[in-house]
């Protein structure tokens, strides 16, 4: 059985720093694991996606902002974010399951298993 766990959300001003934990279980050491976020009325948007060898990828909005990587004897997946701006406020999810996001866009078909999410709000 999959579990992913988050952590980690809270609220801080514009340029503040947060970062995000997912304990997983379950999971297979094949898999891409990647943080996605969804703002209130707007669509699910993948942030940042690992390889099980640590090869990334992030969207354009993050990058130079957010590093993800994974500690894989802990099983735990990590967001680090710096620079925060109210945009970024969103509920952030971790996710399990393939690695497609390498060769085009972040799709949640594409992840089988999700956590149930930590909100991250930036208030300017």
């Known amino acids: 059985q999959v579990q992913l766990v988050e952590s980690g959300g809270g609220s801080v001003q514009a340029g503040g720093s947060l970062r995000l934990s997912c304990a997983s279980s379950?999971?297979?050491?094949?898999?891409?694991m990647a943080w996605f976020r969804q703002a209130p009325g707007k669509e699910r948007e993948g942030v940042a996606g690992i390889s099980s060898e640590g090869e990334t990828r992030y969207t354009a909005s993050v990058k130079g902002r957010f590093t993800i990587s994974q500690d894989n004897v802990n099983n735990t997946l990590y967001l680090e974010m710096n620079s925060l701006k109210p945009e970024d406020t969103a509920n952030y999810y971790c996710?399990?399951?393939?690695?497609?996001?390498?060769?085009?866009?972040?799709?949640?078909?594409?992840?089988?298993?999700w956590g149930q999410g930590t909100q991250v709000t930036v208030s300017s």
């Open positions: 379950g999971t297979h050491s094949t898999w891409c």
């Open positions: 996710a399990a399951g393939g690695c497609a996001f390498f060769h085009g866009d972040f799709r949640t078909h594409d992840f089988g298993y």
